[in-house]
């Protein structure tokens, strides 16, 4: 069993972690459906021997505790509970595709403790001034995200009628979404090491449920309880501009409104590019001198 903490308000969070024990610390977020198992490959571990690694699972996924009603904020306060069990001083937070909107809420609420963010591949908050937010979206996104906002109950109910089939087969996951797969994501996701982490990682994700899932799209789709433009800290954004499931336009609205943003962007990437590019992203969240 993975270590854990609890809530003020009772709920568990199960925690995990990865290399150097006195090394600098990065909290990294998962993305939707995830869990801590597959937020940070091993051999990115093994590159950065002075970096201490810290995941957990966000409310409702693997063995942490359903939060219902929770919003992408409340990844500020869980992240903050996890520190101080932890007994962290300030530390860096990289949040990749559902995890970096909830990345972004460290920033903006958390900006005492936080030294750097990095978000990659996130979406912007589904109020985003001037943003038509589904152009240029994958079609499973597209219905999986309408339905969440037109008939919850039904959406909650497919949800987890999908997560029963990935659980006896997590391939069945990147099957319904191979419609948004880029030429480079099927290339990525065909390495054996990393086809291994994502069906892991999903299995894991959903083991006891799909509330993870359900709870992570209805926060993503609900005011997220922080304004983007309010954050202080220095925020690297990542994305590739042939993403489907996070558009570019996304990424370019956030850019425009972060004030400390320095944006990245990969014109040939696709959405699992992030996989590659997360150890120059590193070396920007902490610098090498540093670790």
């Known amino acids: ?39 940070v490959p091993q051999d990115l571990v093994d590159a950065r021997p002075g970096v201490r690694f810290i995941a957990y699972d966000r409310p409702g996924y693997g063995d942490s505790d359903r939060g219902p009603g929770r919003r992408v904020a409340h990844a500020a306060r869980d992240v903050a509970a996890v520190a101080d069990a932890l007994k962290l001083g300030r530390f860096a937070v990289l949040g990749r595709s559902g995890g970096a909107p909830h990345a972004l809420a460290c920033a903006a609420l958390l900006p005492n403790r936080v030294r750097r963010v990095a978000a990659m591949m996130s979406l912007a908050p589904p109020d985003a001034k001037g943003l038509r937010w589904f152009d240029g979206m994958a079609a499973s996104n597209v219905e999986e995200f309408t339905q969440a906002l037109t008939d919850p109950l039904d959406f909650a109910e497919r949800i987890s009628a999908r ?67 309010s954050i202080t800290r220095p925020v690297l954004l990542w994305h590739g501009a042939q993403d489907t499931f996070s558009p570019v336009s996304h990424f370019e609205w956030l850019a425009e409104r972060i004030p400390r943003a320095r944006p990245v962007l990969d014109p040939e990437a696709g959405h699992f590019a992030a996989l590659e590019a997360l150890p120059d992203v590193l070396d920007w969240l902490i610098p090498r001198a540093s670790a």
């Open 1 to 39: 069993m993975p270590n854990g903490i609890r809530m003020r308000d009772g709920r568990r969070l199960a925690i995990e972690e990865w290399g150097d024990p006195d090394g600098t610390p990065v909290v990294v977020l998962h993305g939707t459906p995830g869990c801590r198992s597959g937020a």
């Open 163 to 229: 997560a029963a089939a990935i659980r006896k087969d997590p391939a069945q996951l990147l099957v319904s979404i191979r419609d948004g797969l880029t030429d480079s994501d099927r290339r990525i996701i065909a390495r054996p090491a990393i086809s291994e982490m994502l069906l892991r990682t999903f299995r894991e994700a959903l083991r006891s449920s799909a509330y993870g899932w359900i709870d992570d799209d209805l926060a993503l789709l609900s005011n997220w309880g922080f304004d983007p433009a």
